[in-house]
């Protein structure tokens, strides 16, 4: 399952793990927006081998972004980040 998330913040986005897919947003009124998406692909074999420690769920999820510096980390649904219109869009 995909997890998706908005966050602001200043994060060091050379530090960011192969298992998080981070696009900066240019549409949002805040100066820093993130649409940070979960891949489960390689998160879930980091959590096998132990590169990725917490539970899975989305708050475990939260609090990991927020160690990487994201701020104000919102669960969204993935169908926001996804839809037609967001492919239109871009």
């Given amino acids: 399952m995909t997890l998706c998330f908005k966050a602001n913040g200043k994060p060091d986005l050379s530090a960011i793990p192969d298992w998080l897919a981070v696009e900066f947003s240019f549409a949002a009124k805040e ?7 979960v891949i489960p692909e390689i998160a879930d ?18 609090s990991h972004l927020q160690n990487l510096g ?10 926001d980040f996804f839809s037609p219109r967001a492919d239109r869009d871009r």
């Fill in 31 to 37: 100066p820093y927006f993130y649409r940070v998406c």
């Fill in 45 to 62: 074999v980091a959590l096998v081998l132990g590169t990725l420690e917490h539970d899975g769920t989305p708050s475990g999820w939260i």
């Fill in 70 to 79: 994201f701020e104000e980390v919102v669960q969204v649904s993935c169908r």
